[in-house]
């Protein structure tokens, strides 16, 4: 295992302000860290909530609008917005094995 790497979509340590704030939710709330879709959900309601903010309504076709505009920061540091295909953002998190421990290697961003 000492040296392999593998892809996934999370890790809570990943070393960003947005992540650290997150993950001490996840822990005072339910003494636990965060996993692998615990992030996506977090990150979506965030979306939401920004959405209804500037739209200033809850109407959908004016979340929607809001949702499309939006510049959005995700839990792994990275400004993303939402393209053609409402997709918002392509991160993928390299982890490695480095003395028995697997650590966040990279944070890629897939084009």
């Given at each position: ?29 339910h003494?636990?860290?965060?996993y ?7 990150d ?36 993303v ?30 084009k």
């Open positions: 295992m000492e040296g392999s790497i593998s892809a996934w979509t999370y890790n809570h340590e990943i070393a960003t302000p947005e992540n650290a704030a997150f993950v001490a939710k996840i822990k005072t709330k003494d636990s860290t965060p692998l879709q615990t992030w996506g959900s977090y979506s309601m965030r979306v939401i909530a920004q959405a209804i903010r500037e739209a200033g309504s809850v109407d959908r076709t004016a979340v929607r609008d809001a949702i499309k505009k939006l510049k959005f920061t995700t839990v792994f540091g990275k400004e917005s939402f393209d053609a295909h409402n997709q918002a953002g392509k991160f993928v998190i390299l982890q490695a094995v480095s003395g028995k421990k697997v650590i966040v290697a990279d944070i890629v961003e897939a």
